[in-house]
């Protein structure tokens, strides 16, 4: 017997979820869905993503909905058009074979017209974004006055988003005496407020423990330099020849830009972020669940949207600015009972976050070293005698064979293996003998420094800029101005100090190149701002171009003349490109890049919110 069967569910229900090969529910659903069948109730369930929320509350709402009623009963809020998409998918699915209920998907990038139209024409149930269900609410283009439920799906990412004033108006709107179901994966005191204040006496749902990590998912951290982040993240993606993953970055600018880098050095990848239009990002996920691309990089928001089966890894490329949201993230693999890895890219400076979240997610690290490029080359070399073995051989190929034969006929069985895998497996070779090991300092060894104060100036670098006092800013609102046109975490910029035509600051090492690459093409009210390295607050500067402008010593920068060192831009010489055209299917055999970029030629221009893309310099957006 179909354990749905046991939850009460009605024969409509019953037959959709047959068809879509459901058997065996949830632990949120078996918790949710008699509840919910059997008593009118407001609740709080807690629950991990992709445990399958939406179906613990889409099947008891749409079994409690009278299709014969073409009033608006219910509304859906979720944090993103995606999620919004998906959820209203799902509500078409499970109610495929109850007549007259329709459900109608209202969010922000389509024609709030034609939304309105199919509300008018009669949708019992209503998905909706809050900015865009306000924004109807306010033109008078929908009625939810007679609402019989509203469900907060996702509740702490949207609040999270900064929505909590819209969801507060659009509660406010709704009838006192309707359920409310909150559905979120961790409970901070917002979405406790909203509890408090909008349900009545809810009852509370708890899958594991409150915001507890998923039992499926395995967590890792790789400690290495800020200016690796990027070639360790192409090694994990080498050693893991399967992968079909999701990579997180903070901003926009550095999921875009990983994902360009990766694509040119020959991987399936692509970018999803929030200002990509809408058809770009259908297309994205149209192409990452026909697993087309198997790197997607996304920023947190547009990652909301993914439920995706068969995630294999999450990497963290850079830890979001909120602990909880890792929580989030992580939830993108180890679905249905699968297993799954979140991966988290770390530097030293970072280091203290990791124990922040394991006291979240209730759960512990396991610190790895990255990949050395031998292990690397042998974990590819037997992953293609695997795929060799496996494949499914096309007769058609019987055909060839005499002329092959005739080809290879003076070939050993020995012979002819290592020929036909070193077709392949020369490229990695010959790429990873001559690179460097990536592997940091460990986590145990570092544990001692960890707190030092960030002003003791270690590795710190002092910068010169042409603004000051005369440009209406003091040391805040100048610090608040480079933190917000640098996309820098709080901490990044410090010891500002401002003077009538120009002024000092200064940043760790690490976002050097940003600095310099970014603020040498800012305009301040038509005025071009000039940046430059600073030895000291009076002389011995060095501009742009690391040219001394005060007669000072030379060094760090050297981009003069020959290849620098250590910056982004120095690409290898010998490195094989290879044809940049074809696939990388994971493994030697779809590699249309041969070797990755030279590993000195990626710096970490970065921060705590937009930490280490690695990408090189005319790629990145520019403001001008």
């Not at 005191?189 to 509890?195: D, S």
């Not at 050395?372 to 096309?394: P, R, T, W, Y």
């Not at 010593?553 to 690409?571: D, L, P, V």
């Not at 970029?597 to 790629?619: L, M, T, V, W, Y």
Request: hydrophobic content about 35%; proline content about 3%.
């Amino acid at each position: 017997m179909n354990k749905f069967e046991q939850l009460g569910l009605n024969e409509s229900l019953l037959m959709a979820i047959k068809d879509l090969g459901f058997e065996n529910p949830s632990e949120v659903q078996e918790k949710a869905i008699p509840l919910l069948l059997e008593q009118n109730t407001d609740i709080v369930a807690l629950a991990q993503t992709g445990t399958g929320k939406t179906a613990a509350f889409g099947f008891p709402l749409i079994q409690k909905i009278d299709a014969n009623n073409r009033n608006t009963q219910a509304l859906i809020l979720s944090p993103t058009r995606e999620l919004c998409l998906q959820i209203t998918n799902e509500i078409k699915q499970y109610s495929k074979y109850v007549k007259g209920l329709n459900t109608v998907a209202v969010y922000g990038g389509a024609s709030i017209t034609e939304q309105a139209r199919e509300v008018k024409r009669g949708a019992q149930i209503i998905v909706a974004t809050p900015g865009r269900m306000q924004d109807m609410i306010n033109r008078g283009l929908v009625n939810i006055t007679q609402l019989e439920f509203c469900i907060l799906d996702e509740a702490d990412e949207m609040l999270n988003m900064g929505f909590y004033e819209d969801i507060v108006s659009i509660l406010s709107t709704t009838p006192d005496e309707k359920n409310t179901w909150l559905f979120s994966a961790t409970m901070p005191q917002e979405v406790a407020r909203i509890a408090k204040e909008f349900m009545r006496t809810p009852q509370e749902i708890t899958v594991g423990h409150k915001n507890a990590g998923s039992a499926t998912v395995s967590h890792e951290f790789y400690l290495v330099n800020a200016r690796d982040r990027y070639e360790a993240l192409k090694r994990l993606a080498d050693a893991n020849p399967d992968i079909f993953s999701v990579v997180f970055c903070r901003t926009k600018r550095d999921t875009q830009a990983v994902a360009e880098k990766l694509i040119e050095d020959g991987y399936n990848a692509a970018a999803l972020h929030g200002d990509l239009s809408q058809a770009q990002r259908d297309g994205v996920m149209k192409s990452f669940r026909g697993r087309q691309i198997q790197m997607l990089v996304a920023t947190d928001v547009a990652a909301r949207g993914i439920d995706v089966d068969n995630i294999t890894h999450v990497v963290n490329y850079q830890l979001p600015d909120e602990i909880e949201t890792y929580n989030h993230r992580s939830g993108r693999t180890g679905r249905a009972g699968k297993l799954g890895t979140s991966i988290v890219i770390i530097t030293k400076s970072e280091l203290r976050k990791i124990s922040s979240i394991e006291r979240i997610i209730k759960q512990k690290f396991e610190e790895k070293t990255i990949p050395s490029g031998i292990e690397i080359c042998e974990i590819q070399l037997l992953h293609l005698a695997n795929k060799i073995k496996d494949v499914e051989v096309d007769h058609e190929i019987d055909n060839y064979l005499p002329a092959i034969n005739n080809v290879l006929e003076d070939l050993t069985k020995e012979e002819l293996i290592k020929k036909m895998v070193s077709v392949e497996f020369n490229r990695f070779i010959n790429y990873y003998k001559k690179t460097r090991d990536l592997s940091s300092q460990s986590a145990g060894e570092r544990r001692e420094s960890d707190g030092a104060p960030r002003e003791n100036n270690n590795g710190a670098v002092r910068y010169f800029v042409n603004i000051g006092s005369r440009d209406n800013f003091d040391w805040m609102s100048l610090k608040d101005y480079l933190k917000e046109t640098l996309d820098l975490g709080r901490d990044d910029v410090f010891k500002v100090d401002v003077k009538e035509g120009f002024s000092f600051f200064n940043t760790d090492a690490e976002h050097s190149d940003k600095v310099m690459e970014i603020l040498n093409n800012v305009q301040l009210e038509g005025r071009r701002i000039n940046v430059e390295i600073s030895k000291n607050d009076g002389g011995g500067r060095r501009d742009h171009n690391g040219r001394s402008s005060s007669g000072g010593s030379r060094g760090g920068f050297n981009r003069g003349g020959g290849e620098r060192s250590g910056g982004f831009g120095s690409r290898s010489s010998s490195a094989p490109r290879g044809d940049r055209g074809g696939s990388r299917e994971g493994g030697f055999g779809s590699r249309s890049s041969s070797a990755p970029r030279n590993e000195g030629g990626f710096s970490d221009r970065s921060s705590r919110r937009s930490e280490g893309f690695g990408g090189s310099a005319p790629k990145r957006p520019r403001k001008s």
